[in-house]
């Protein structure tokens, strides 16, 4: 079956074969993703809560600590996603995870900042790979109109990490003096154990492609088959012969690709300037605004921007698919993150800040999903592995420099002020950049009524 228009009526078989995909993958996926993004940011929970004072860390050592995970993650992601290529994701992911799980564990015995700074540098080398892995899994098992919808159930995972991981990370803290640990080694032991056992379970429940699933009928496995098929014939990377060197000659001279790269630096670096220093921002209320708080009450208050933010991702991403996704799906929330961030510095209280940062975290993850639905509209095969591999670079290199950034100038200016302007202007600078992708066309192929995927209204 070919290729439908995105204004047809879903037949029967496309929405049970839809249905069993959101199902089955996508919840799976996304413990998956849960668990890695709870890995890579438990050190900001542990870093206020003793960790920071046992190993004497200074603002700007911290930030090294919670960026320099990036640099092995940077380096090893293009070639992590074409081994996924090669050899499948089940087999890779299931790697991934177990690796990650048996380094995070580590942490648990970690005694000075030259060990933290060895531990995260290897916590990158092992989880390399594994977002932009996960995000061309789930876009290899649906059409280009449904994709939005499907990666935004699997982004929810990233914000409900925060939502239920702060305060599971809060309760574990609590556990000092548990086996002899103080209670942010508790906390790391704790959380590494799932991404072991997931990695396991992932090598006997993942299925690499449509026409492998015992679970989907006859009829599901063609349509799914044959849809995917006609888009990919259309895209960047369909040749058989497209794989290892010309992949990445064509991923990597592609304009697109790295503009959509620039766009999501600023995302992220928005995105891990408040994962990493949010609680360490809440630890500072007590001195600006006289507060003071439990280590239960602060994991709380670290998770409530991430509630709202789950829910607006889910609607936004809903309206994106229903209506077709625009460029102010992506440039609207950039500019309210851009403009929101630093104006919560200025809030008189602790309420009126964590409103402005859940306002910021809104505007971050709704875009997210509908950003990523971009690169496998004119890439696949190889090609898409080594494109997608590649943005996320660009954002895992955001990730490492917000975190020392950050440290860096607020060690240097005396307070968050400056860090948080410069988290703005990343996000502004995303805005502009969508918006000039989408006016030149540049973001997608067309649809049946030559009309381009994605635009500016």
């Known amino acids: 079956m070919g290729a439908t228009a995105l204004s047809s009526a879903p037949s029967a078989v496309e929405r049970s074969a839809i249905r069993k995909v959101s199902l089955r993958l996508v919840p799976f996926v996304a413990l998956m993703f849960f668990v890695n993004y709870l890995d890579r940011t438990a050190v900001s929970f542990a870093e206020p809560n003793g960790m920071g004072e046992d190993l004497a860390l200074t603002a700007a050592q911290f930030g090294f600590a919670s960026g320099v995970f990036f640099i092995g993650y940077i380096v090893l992601e293009v070639p992590s996603n074409m081994a996924l290529h090669r050899f499948g994701a089940r087999r890779w992911l299931a790697r991934i995870m177990v690796t990650w799980g048996i380094v995070s564990l580590l942490f648990t015995w970690v005694q000075n900042s030259e060990q933290l700074y060895v531990l995260r540098f290897l916590l990158g080398v092992a989880e390399a790979g594994f977002f932009p892995g996960a995000i061309l899994f789930l876009s290899q098992w649906v059409p280009t109109r449904h994709r939005t919808k499907v990666l935004a159930l699997f982004y929810l995972a990233q914000p409900l990490t925060t939502v239920l ?32 056992l997931l990695g396991v379970v992932a090598w006997f429940y993942l299925i690499d492609r449509p026409a492998d699933a015992k679970w989907l009928s006859p009829a ?54 408040l994962a990493f220093f949010l609680p360490t921002i809440i630890e500072g209320f007590q001195e600006s605004f006289g507060t003071s708080f439990s280590v239960m009450e602060k994991a709380l208050i670290t998770a409530i921007p991430y509630l709202p933010a789950a829910i607006v991702l889910f609607f936004w991403s809903r309206h994106a698919t229903r209506h077709g996704a625009k460029a102010w799906h992506v440039a609207g929330p950039a500019v309210v993150g851009g403009v929101s961030i630093p104006v919560a510095l200025y809030m008189s209280s602790p309420s009126a800040t964590i409103a402005v940062i859940t306002v910021t975290a809104c505007a971050i993850f709704a875009a997210l999903p509908v950003f990523w639905s971009l690169p496998s509209r004119f890439l696949t095969g190889a090609a898409a592995a080594a494109g997608i591999a590649l943005i996320n670079t660009a954002g895992n290199i955001a990730g490492f420099a917000a975190g020392y950034v950050t440290g860096w100038l607020k060690d240097f200016s005396g307070g968050y002020t400056l860090p948080m302007f410069v988290v703005g202007g990343f996000m502004l600078l995303s805005a502009a950049l969508m918006t000039v992708l989408a006016t030149r066309g540049h973001t997608g192929p067309n649809d049946s009524a030559g009309k381009p995927l994605l635009e500016v209204h």
């Open 220 to 273: 599901e496995k063609d349509w799914l088959t044959g849809e995917l098929a006609a888009e990919n014939a259309t895209k960047t990377g369909h040749s058989e012969n497209s794989h290892g060197r010309e992949a990445l000659k064509e991923a990597f001279r592609s304009g697109r690709v790295w503009v959509l790269s620039m766009v999501y630096f600023g995302f992220i670096y928005g995105l891990y300037a």
């Open 165 to 196: 991981g702060a305060p599971l990370a809060g309760w574990l803290i609590g556990h000092h003096g548990l086996f002899g640990l103080e209670g942010w080694r508790v906390m790391f032991l704790f959380v590494s154990l799932p991404a072991i």
